[in-house]
């Protein structure tokens, strides 16, 4: 499965953005799905997941309460939506998905889209 993100942009501290990634070539719907992000010089971190049916999420502590991830099987698409952005939320934002488990663990993860810039300026 070929997976793209995109909506990336520069925003101000306390704007939001709402990220998709869209996939091609097989249907997400057997798919748990993440989203990461990974900033310069740092290694890449779990922001949120979904399970393929979208009853379960969970997220990192950073972005709880502010994040919120969703999926529409019938668009074969997933959404990030962020709110409150804060500037350590400056990252290239990537989409996983994974036909195992819904997990924070990368590893864990068998497909990979490009990323989306987010930059958020103070």
């Known amino acids: 499965v070929q997976l793209q993100a995109s909506g990336g942009g520069l925003v101000q501290a306390g704007d939001s953005l709402r990220l998709s990634c869209a996939a091609s070539?097989?249907?997400?719907?057997?798919?748990?799905m993440g989203w990461f992000r990974q900033a310069p010089g740092k290694e890449r971190e779990f922001v949120a997941g979904?399970?393929?049916?979208?009853?379960?999420?969970y997220y990192a502590d950073s972005v709880k309460g502010r994040f919120t991830i969703s999926r529409d099987n019938s668009k074969n698409t997933v959404y990030l939506q962020m709110n409150s952005l804060k500037p350590e939320d400056t990252a290239v934002y990537l989409c996983?998905?994974?036909?195992?488990?819904?997990?924070?663990?990368?590893?864990?993860?068998?497909?990979w889209g490009q990323g989306t810039l987010v930059t958020v300026s103070s």
């Open positions: 996983a998905a994974s036909s195992r488990v819904l997990a924070a663990d990368p590893d864990k993860y068998d497909f």
């Open positions: 979904i399970s393929w049916s979208g009853f379960r999420t």
């Open positions: 070539g097989r249907t997400l719907s057997g798919y748990n």
